[in-house]
């Protein structure tokens, strides 16, 4: 893989994210969040900004991290741009002032109010900005997430804990009452759980907030947005789960992405119960063992035999797997555990895999793919970096590494003005990322239908 070159090139992954096994959280790349100013840089971008919890959080609660939404690999065929919405009136606000002594009328022009949402396994991040002024946002993060049940995403939940929040944003921006143009939603569970959304959320933010266009996204989605905008590439992102996505902006590329169970392979989850398997093989005796491993699972998690019962019960069994993933990298690193540097490296052939499956092909992409790796997995390091841009130059010679721009919930906020202003590239797709109305019609699927268009999906 070739580094990326230019003032911006870092050696490092852009992630705005930690992984710190039980409670990973979403860090400002440049450092805590500035307070004390009524207009703030957002958050998710770079520059300081301030980032609040909601009212109802525990002192001292944390950000929450990004989760990857479990999803299947395939390549998804042409979709055609979106038809864009009658573009949101500007609006004059009349001041009186004087120059010299000379009375003046000044004008000052409101652009549209967009809001970004990124909801994740961690709890919901909502950002409220102007339209074409993303970098400076009003944030609230809410530690609870939204429920999914047997029929998907909660619906009724995500009306519940989402306009609250957004409610107390516009009035702490001096626009209480005001509507919102376009909202952008990213979600773990979008692409296949996410019907109860698509279904209700659209309608919903018309009445409750005016939202004139809705874009309802696989997190995913909105993490190549925020890394990548609306440039070709492709993005990684990998913590508790792992997905790949790229685009060469008429069709996108997933890999990757099935959950704890069936892939997320070299995600935190699967470095965590790699990790926890060899211990365990280390008390049976068994080859593939790790004493040092057996020693970090009792001493954090408990001893052998209560490992069924912490875990199988679990409806949050991936984030408890994946709290071991930091163990292991300290086994590997600080104790040099062969087990655990295998398992290190095998994740990497892993995640390298499937960044070059997501990747578009050299013929579409001749001046080189862009790759961002994003995520709080990728705060363990060398030994995970290391061997994964070493397979990924072997596998994907034109894939170019480049530092993400910014998280998911940058990339929401930024879909949104996009919607906003008419001006969004990124393909549509019924699951990935889906606009629609205020009446809750699907734009996309109108605008097939005027071009006599059938995707085949």
């Known amino acids: 893989m070739r580094p990326a070159t230019g003032p911006n090139a870092s050696a490092q992954p852009g992630s705005t994210s930690s992984f710190n096994g039980r409670a990973a959280t979403a860090r400002h790349p440049t450092g805590p969040h500035a307070p004390g100013r009524s207009k703030r840089s957002c958050g998710c971008r770079k520059g300081g900004g301030r980032s609040r919890r909601f009212p109802g959080d525990p002192p001292g609660a944390r950000l929450p991290a990004v989760v990857p939404v479990p999803t299947p690999l395939f390549p998804f065929p042409f979709s055609p741009p979106l038809p864009s919405p009658p573009p949101e009136p500007v609006h004059e606000v009349a001041t009186q002032a004087y120059v010299g002594e000379q009375r003046c009328t000044v004008r000052a022009v409101s652009a549209p109010l967009v809001l970004g949402v990124d909801s994740g396994g961690s709890g919901l991040r909502v950002a409220l900005a102007e339209a074409g002024t993303a970098g400076a946002a009003e944030i609230l993060a809410g530690r609870q997430p939204v429920r999914t049940g047997p029929d998907g995403i909660d619906a009724g939940h995500m009306r519940e804990v989402l306009l609250p929040m957004a409610r107390t944003l516009l009035e702490e921006a001096g626009r209480g009452g005001a509507t919102v143009s376009a909202v952008v939603i990213g979600a773990a569970g979008m692409a296949t759980l996410g019907d109860g959304l698509r279904a209700e959320m659209p309608r919903a933010l018309a009445a409750a907030l005016g939202a004139r266009t809705v874009g309802l996204a696989a997190d995913a989605v909105t993490a190549y947005a925020g890394a990548l905008g ?48 060899a211990a365990l093989r280390a008390h049976d005796g068994r080859r593939g063992g790790s004493g040092a491993l057996l020693a970090r699972m009792t001493a954090v998690l408990g001893p052998p035999q209560e490992m069924p019962a912490l875990l199988y019960p679990r409806t949050d069994r991936p984030a408890v797997l994946a709290s071991f993933a930091p163990e292991v990298a300290a086994c590997a690193a600080r104790d040099g555990d062969a087990v655990a540097e295998g398992i290190l490296a095998r994740a990497a052939v892993a995640i390298a895999e499937s960044a070059a499956a997501a990747c578009p092909p050299a013929a579409a992409a001749p001046d080189g793919c862009r790759v961002s790796l994003t995520g709080g997995l990728f705060g363990i390091g060398d030994p995970l970096l290391v061997p994964l841009r070493a397979e990924l130059a072997r596998l994907a010679p034109h894939a170019v590494e480049t530092p993400a721009d910014g998280d998911p919930l940058a990339g929401a906020l930024g879909l949104a003005g996009a919607l906003a202003t008419g001006s969004l590239r990124l393909p549509a797709h019924p699951t990935m990322l889906r606009v629609y109305d205020g009446s809750g019609r699907s734009l996309q699927s109108a605008h097939r239908r005027q071009q006599g268009t059938n995707p085949g999906i």
């Open 230 to 277: 609306q440039a070709p590439g492709a993005v990684v992102a990998a913590g508790t789960g792992m997905i790949a996505v790229g685009t060469d902006l008429t069709a996108w590329r997933r890999a990757d992405g099935w959950g704890h169970l069936l892939g997320d392979c070299g995600s935190g989850a699967w470095i965590g119960r790699t990790g926890l398997e």
